[in-house]
Nanobody
Framework: QVQLVESGGGLVQAGGSLRLSCAASGRTFSSYTMAWFRQGPGKEREFVAVIMWNGRTYDGDSVKGRFTISRDNAKNTVYLQMNSLKPEDTARYYC???????????????????WGQGTQVTVSS
């Protein structure tokens, strides 16, 4: 079992930056594939980015070139650096975890076993 706590959300102007953090409990963090999803008002949950247990990363099409996912296994934390923010990035951002040593890249929310409560990001125009 792993517990996830997100932080770092807030209100930012378009073109600005934010860094989200997700702190995980447990002693096997390095064995987890970690992802960020988001859900905007009236929208379905959307894949943002994933960082695999082996460090490989994959981004969703809507954030490529603007967002960067990273992890610090010593701190049991995964990050999402968000640059060049747009109003359409406004959403609640969720951290998710999957215990895996597979090379398969999970990009849908139903593939993840553990979720945080989310952190709100609002981008004003």
């Amino acid at each position: 079992q792993v517990q996830l706590v997100e932080s770092g959300g807030g209100l930012v102007q378009a073109g600005g930056s934010l860094r989200l953090s997700c702190a995980a409990s447990g002693r096997t963090f390095s064995s987890y594939t970690m992802a960020w999803f988001r859900q905007g008002p009236g929208k379905e949950r959307e894949f943002v980015a994933v960082i695999m247990w082996n460090g490989r990363t994959y981004d969703g099409d809507s954030v490529k070139g603007r967002f960067t996912i990273s992890r610090d296994n010593a701190k049991n934390t995964v990050y999402l650096q968000m640059n060049s923010l747009k109003p359409e990035d406004t959403a609640r951002y969720y951290c998710a975890a999957l215990l895996s040593n597979s090379w398969y890249v999970p990009r849908t929310d139903d593939e993840y076993a553990y979720w945080g409560q989310g952190t709100q990001v609002t981008v004003s125009s």
